[in-house]
């Protein structure tokens, strides 16, 4: 009789290498394996679905490092089931992260999933970063190099897990998503600008599959057109209520359609619901406030998060 490993015959599973694995799921998480242990790169918020991702990763090796790329619930559900040795995430996004209750309210309500007992949500405790840093992490495991570095824009604490390498780039939401709550569009662009010159043959994005170079730039041009658009909104004198009235300003069918997405099924279904209310409502006001800076006035990493629960 074989053994099945985990996720063999799983279409979410995308191998970009031998060491480097995405499992698309919601948000896509990442894996890279080295002679002494592995490194995780966010996890599944479901904790039905971070079972068989952390059979898949014992079976790889130890796991030595998760790294929280960001302080959404989303992100940051999964290091209680995954057991890393050391967690890790900027300190900015240590700051801003989700109390035990935030963290089961958002398990009850827009990251609901049906398959999930009331009583594992009920006995939830999050589990918080034994590592932080601020602006720049360099970590070397089992001979290769990793830089962490602190990439504001989706949030102001946003972190990049650079594998140089394995030639891959974990940028979590920095790539395509509509989600700017917590965030600044200058920021963002900015940080892209700079992603674009990393050398590496892949972006592993939070809620997408791995991307190109010529993707991000799609999406940084996607990017610069919803400012524009907030700016052409604003000088019409809408509010942000309006802006989302008119349906906001990114223009989502176009960032997201005609892409391959497996993680699609994976979305909790609240999330919909909620994404087209809330969200875009704080989203339009975040642009709007942006318009109304110079681009030289940006909010940094330096100054502090600017992120709110949302
Ligand atoms: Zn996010």
């Excluded at 290498?17 to 966010?42: K, Q």
């Amino acid at each position: 009789m074989s053994t099945q490993l985990a996720l063999e015959d799983d279409p979410r599973l995308i191998r970009l290498t031998d060491e480097v694995y995405v499992f698309g799921t919601y948000p896509y998480s990442g894996l890279v394996v080295t002679d002494e242990g592995c490194i995780a790169i966010d996890g599944p918020m479901s904790p039905n679905i971070c079972a068989p991702w952390k059979e898949f990763i014992d079976a790889k090796g130890p796991l030595r490092y998760q790294v929280y790329c960001e302080h959404h619930s989303d992100h940051t559900i999964s290091a209680p089931y995954l057991q890393p040795e050391v967690l890790v995430s900027s300190e900015t996004t240590r700051g801003v992260m989700d109390t035990d209750e935030v963290a089961r309210e958002a398990m009850r309500t827009w990251g609901a999933y049906p398959d999930v007992d009331s009583a594992v949500i009920d006995g939830y405790r999050m589990a918080y970063p034994t590592l932080t840093y601020r602006g720049r992490l360099n970590l070397e495991l089992g001979g290769k190099r990793f830089t962490l570095f602190e990439a504001p824009g989706h949030t102001m604490g946003s972190t990049v897990v650079h594998a140089i390498d394995d030639r891959v780039a974990f940028i979590a939401d920095l790539g395509a998503t509509p989600a700017i709550q917590s965030g600044d569009p200058v920021a963002w662009l900015t940080t892209i600008a700079l992603l674009e010159t990393l050398d590496v043959d892949w972006y592993v994005q939070g809620h997408m599959d791995p991307m190109r170079r010529e993707d991000l730039h799609e999406w940084r041009l996607a990017l610069l057109g919803a400012l524009d658009t907030a700016r052409e909104r604003d000088r019409e004198g809408l509010t942000p209520d309006q802006i989302v009235a008119q349906g906001g300003v990114f223009d989502v069918a176009k960032i997201l359609g005609g892409k391959t997405f497996l993680g699609r099924d994976d979305i909790p279904p609240g999330l919909l619901t909620f994404g087209a209310g809330a969200l875009q409502a704080i989203g339009a006001e975040r642009m709007s406030e942006a318009v109304h800076r110079h681009p030289t006035d940006s909010l940094s990493a330096a100054l502090g998060p600017v992120s709110t629960q949302e």
